[in-house]
């Protein structure tokens, strides 16, 4: 007998299971200009209009795993990506594993947009002058933020206060994306909710392609193949090739 598991527990576990890529494109390639076409792909299911226009383009790195099947090379390719300072990566505080990831220049447009006529607008100019060139760090500690990157402590208030950094700890904060708590909310939201759906499903399995054109909910306001790319690539559903099409199967425990 599998053990049960509360569903909130499923929903924010991403250990890794095996999945095969079933990519709607036929990518198989993991070199860095194939995880670049496969970020801008996710990013096309990212609804502006749902926040107003106010926040950038956001995908999860996992998403990319269930286009992807070497992990390790998408990793890789992401970590390029940010040290050449094209992409940014942010810790998403409801899982220690879930990070989003941001094209540099539209997290700089919107940072700039939502900034626009406020007295923090030097100050963040002059973090984002310094974090985007070749910075790919996660957080940073008092003694960076005062001694490499030069900012007195009642700018590094403002920067918090814009939504910048939030606090990680004492003397230490996450690079963030401001305004993302909504986005977060509906994110977790359409998640169980999807979830819920495959596994109310007879067998507690269904056809990708079946879910992926079922209608949104109250509950599910992204795209569902913007979900869809999630579970998978959380591992948080089976992979199973049938010649009917890719069947997803709910993952009921783990050992």
Same mark, same amino acid.
């Given at each position: 007998?599998?053990?049960?598991?509360?569903?909130?527990?499923?929903?924010?576990?991403?250990?890794?299971?095996?999945?095969?890529?079933? %990519?709607?494109?036929?990518?198989?390639?993991?070199?860095?200009?194939?995880?670049?076409?496969?970020?801008?792909? &996710?990013?096309?299911?990212?609804?502006?209009?749902?926040?107003?226009?106010? @926040?950038?383009?956001?995908?999860?790195?996992?998403?990319?795993?269930?286009?992807?099947?070497?992990?390790? %090379?998408?990793?890789?390719?992401?970590?390029?990506?940010?040290?050449?300072?094209?992409?940014?990566?942010?810790? @998403?505080?409801?899982?220690?594993?879930?990070?989003?990831?941001?094209?540099?220049?539209?997290?700089?447009?919107?940072?700039?947009?939502?900034?626009?006529?406020?007295?923090?607008?030097?100050?963040?100019?002059?973090?984002?002058?310094?974090?985007?060139?070749?910075?790919?760090?996660?957080?940073?500690?008092?003694?960076?933020?005062?001694?490499?990157?030069?900012?007195?402590?009642?700018?590094?208030?403002?920067?918090?206060? %814009?939504?910048?950094?939030?606090?990680?700890?004492?003397?230490?904060?996450? &690079?963030?994306?401001?305004?993302?708590?909504?986005?977060?909310?509906?994110?977790?939201?359409?998640?169980?909710?999807?979830?819920?759906?495959?596994?109310?499903?007879?067998?507690?399995?269904?056809?990708?392609?079946?879910?992926?054109?079922?209608?949104?909910?109250?509950?599910?306001?992204?795209?569902?193949?913007?979900?869809?790319?999630?579970?998978?690539?959380?591992?948080?559903?089976?992979?199973?090739?049938?010649?009917?099409?890719?069947?997803?199967?709910?993952?009921?425990?783990?050992?």
């Amino acid at each position: 007998m599998s053990r049960k598991r509360a569903l909130i527990a499923d929903t924010f576990c991403l250990k890794r299971r095996r999945c095969a890529a079933d %990519s709607l494109t036929g990518e198989t390639h993991d070199g860095a200009a194939d995880i670049r076409s496969s970020i801008q792909y &996710l990013m096309t299911l990212f609804s502006r209009k749902l926040f107003n226009d106010t @926040l950038p383009l956001v995908v999860l790195k996992h998403q990319l795993y269930s286009l992807h099947t070497d992990k390790t %090379s998408v990793d890789k390719h992401v970590k390029d990506l940010r040290e050449n300072g094209e992409l940014l990566m942010f810790q @998403l505080g409801f899982d220690s594993e879930a990070f989003a990831l941001v094209f540099a220049e539209d997290y700089r447009a919107k940072v700039i947009q939502e900034e626009t006529g406020r007295k923090t607008l030097g100050t963040v100019e002059k973090f984002l002058d310094k974090l985007i060139p070749s910075c790919s760090d996660l957080s940073f500690n008092k003694d960076k933020m005062l001694k490499e990157f030069l900012f007195s402590d009642s700018e590094i208030t403002q920067l918090v206060k %814009s939504g910048l950094l939030t606090v990680r700890d004492a003397g230490s904060w996450w &690079l963030s994306i401001p305004n993302s708590g909504r986005f977060i909310k509906y994110f977790i939201k359409g998640r169980k909710a999807v979830l819920n759906m495959v596994k109310k499903s007879k067998y507690s399995e269904i056809l990708r392609t079946e879910l992926e054109e079922r209608r949104t909910t109250a509950q599910v306001k992204f795209q569902m193949k913007y979900h869809v790319h999630d579970i998978i690539g959380a591992d948080l559903v089976e992979c199973i090739q049938t010649t009917s099409g890719t069947v997803l199967r709910y993952v009921d425990g783990n050992n």
